[in-house]
């Protein structure tokens, strides 16, 4: 079984990493709730935030990351102007990589899963590198 179809997911209990969004206008579709696409964004956000929080800042550093595979399960409507939490954990480390869980919440509800394989890269050189021991510690330290 997937981690994103485990009961654990859609459990706030089981993150220790959250960051707090608010729902934008901008991002509902035609229909009226929360495009897809803006969900995706959410756990980008809160992805940003966890690797930022562990020293190793995507965007501003000799290293950055990059997804392999992401999975998203949307389980139920989230509209304007929800105020929402995403939380993530790491589920599996590898040499280069990661695993994340994610989901996010209004309230206890839970919205959306997903998973993420996130693998660390050298800017300069763009390739996989080793997830450096402060960064890995860090990283368990936030969502472990």
């Known amino acids: 079984m997937a981690d994103t179809e485990t009961p654990e997911t859609t459990s706030p209990a089981s993150y220790r990493y959250w960051i707090d969004e608010t729902v934008r206008f901008a991002d509902l579709d035609p229909v009226g709730h929360v495009n897809n696409a803006a969900i995706s964004t959410y756990f980008e956000s809160a992805r940003v935030a966890l690797f930022h ?14 997804i392999a595979r992401l999975t998203i399960d ?27 869980a994610g989901a996010v919440f209004r309230g206890d509800t839970c919205i959306a899963t997903s998973e993420a394989i996130c693998v660390i890269i050298d800017v ?4 996989s590198v080793e997830i450096p021991a402060d960064v ?3 990283l368990t330290e936030l969502a472990g």
């Open 74 to 100: 949307f389980r139920a409507e989230l509209h304007y102007p929800d105020r929402i939490r995403i939380g993530l954990r790491v589920t599996r480390f590898g040499r280069s990589s990661l695993t994340l």
């Open 124 to 127: 300069a050189e763009r390739r």
């Open 136 to 138: 890995r510690t860090r």
């Open 53 to 66: 929080d562990s020293g190793n800042s995507p965007v501003s550093g000799p290293r950055s990351v990059v």
